[in-house]
């Protein structure tokens, strides 16, 4: 029997009270600025490194333009949702766990934001190209990219660590089989979708108010490496990603999506069957189907890849009207979390530079700071009697209800809230034979790459818990593999 573990402790030595739950307004309410230990939490994640990205550090990006086609106007009031309305984009590709310096052809998730210089001001849609993600609440994120960097002591990436968490997190099922079958390593930035991946609100011109999902698909057709293709080119062209999306533009094969939506009705989200606002699920199409809303094209590489690619600052919260958050914690605690990191890697005017600047004229009370291009004039606070800006309480974010104790607990339960269906889902019913053939592979390669007990019995059991059959080749596979090795 071994010792109770010590319990978790803010910097000042305080104890936690939980390691895994913002603290909320009943199950489901917003998280409160009163909550310091999350505070602490991401404030400190976001100042670990100087100067580049703590996630998302390699990458690149292309100037472009999003044209809609109309329809989205029924559901949203935002003026560059509009009918024939081309609004300027900058894109951003990345990976998420690597370094600046590392291969784009890792097995990772890939970043995929957006900023559309919208006539209302910038619109920032933060995503990645899988429509899921490994955890449901912010207080576990810094620990999650903890995992999946390096070792305090070695310096070295460590897969026992990365398995420790993800088995030690049941809700990370979903995402990790996705991450481990073909679509971990997408061929190039211009064959892979997509997604917002969080829950977003719409409010049209009449006040009613939906619930949306984003989903560029892209227009080249999805594409992927095999794993050994993938760790082939990482030694070929470590920059592949980078030069083939910059070879394209130059070459005017302009890469392009077509967005489409998911719209759930206001109130159909209380009683669905799961949380619709869980980050680790997706929303059937059967229940939700696409609409096609717009079409997005890169057609511009960047001049200066310092001044546009790493000064380019994306944050949830710069929403326009129209558009509002969920009850998505995750993207409730981003809201703090990319504006709070890019004041500290970038500066505290870092939407002055250009690749930030919106197109509408700014009119605030924000003034000095290092960097600062130009002050606003007098007068300079709010309320005045001399002519100053006023606020328009017409523009009010849009909104949903919430009651209850301030608590740290999951998110009120759902019928189908079960972290292992939508993956076992994924296995049985999307994936071919091929596909599940070479995930299978791509786990056990994994998993032979320093996965020590008791981690690596958890493993089995986590795919177990995705589905039966996968648990049982995934076992089979790896022990296979020990037998080898022992004649050997």
Request: some cysteine; hydrophobic content about 35%; glycine content about 8%.
């Amino acid at each position: 029997m071994t010792d109770r573990p010590p319990t978790t402790t803010t910097d000042a030595g305080i104890p936690a009270a939980s390691d895994e739950h913002s603290l909320t307004v009943g199950p489901d309410g917003p998280i409160l600025l009163q909550d310091h230990y999350l505070i602490q939490k991401m404030a400190q994640f976001n100042r670990e490194r100087v100067p580049e990205r703590v996630v998302h550090a390699k990458g690149g990006g292309a100037h472009g333009y999003f044209e809609a086609s109309g329809e989205a106007s029924q559901w949203c009031k935002a003026g560059f949702l509009a009918k024939a309305v081309r609004t300027p984009v900058f894109a951003r590709f990345s990976t998420v766990a690597g370094e600046l310096g590392s291969a784009d052809t890792v097995r990772d998730p890939r970043g995929f934001a957006l900023k559309f210089y919208t006539a209302q001001g910038n619109y920032d849609l933060v995503g990645n190209n899988t429509p899921i993600f490994f955890i449901r609440d912010p207080q576990k994120f810094s620990d999650f990219i903890h995992s999946q960097k390096r070792r305090a002591d070695t310096h070295l990436r460590d897969h026992d660590m990365q398995w420790d968490f993800w088995t030690l997190s049941p809700e990370s099922a979903h995402q990790v089989t996705w991450l481990m079958g073909d679509r971990g390593t997408p061929r190039t930035w211009r064959h892979l979708n997509g997604y917002s991946s969080h829950t977003y609100q719409w409010v049209n011109d009449g006040g009613e108010r939906f619930w949306v999902k984003y989903h560029f698909k892209t227009d080249q057709g999805v594409e992927c490496f095999t794993d050994p293709e993938a760790k082939a080119m990482a030694a070929e062209d470590p920059d592949f990603h980078l030069r083939d999306l910059h070879d394209a533009i130059a070459h005017h094969k302009f890469p392009s999506w077509t967005l489409y939506m998911q719209v759930m009705g206001f109130e159909e989200a209380a009683d669905y069957r799961f949380n619709p606002f869980d980050l680790t699920k997706v929303w059937p199409h059967g229940d939700y189907p696409l609409h096609r809303v717009g079409h997005l094209v890169l057609d511009a590489n960047p001049e200066d890849y310092f001044t546009e690619v790493e000064q380019a600052a994306f944050e949830p919260s710069n929403m326009v009207p129209g558009i509002g958050p969920s009850p998505d914690k995750m993207l409730l605690g981003r809201f703090f979390s990319y504006p709070d990191a890019h004041r500290y890697r970038i500066g505290a005017n870092y939407l002055e530079l250009p690749i930030n600047r919106p197109l509408p004229s700014v009119h605030s009370y924000n003034r000095d700071g290092t960097m600062r291009y130009a002050n606003p004039p007098d007068p300079v606070y709010a309320p005045n009697s001399f002519g100053g800006p006023t606020a328009d309480p017409s523009l009010a974010e849009p909104s949903w209800g919430v009651a209850g104790e301030i608590v740290r607990a999951a998110s009120t339960p759902h019928g189908e809230d079960d972290d292992f269906v939508q993956a076992g889902n994924l296995w049985r019913s999307v994936l071919d034979d091929g596909a599940r053939r070479r995930l299978v592979d791509n786990v056990v390669g994994h998993l032979r790459s320093g996965v020590s007990e008791p981690v690596l019995g958890r493993a089995l059991e986590y795919w177990r818990r995705v589905d039966a059959r996968l648990g049982a080749e995934v076992a089979k596979t790896l022990e296979g593999g020990r037998l080898r090795a022992l004649e050997v």
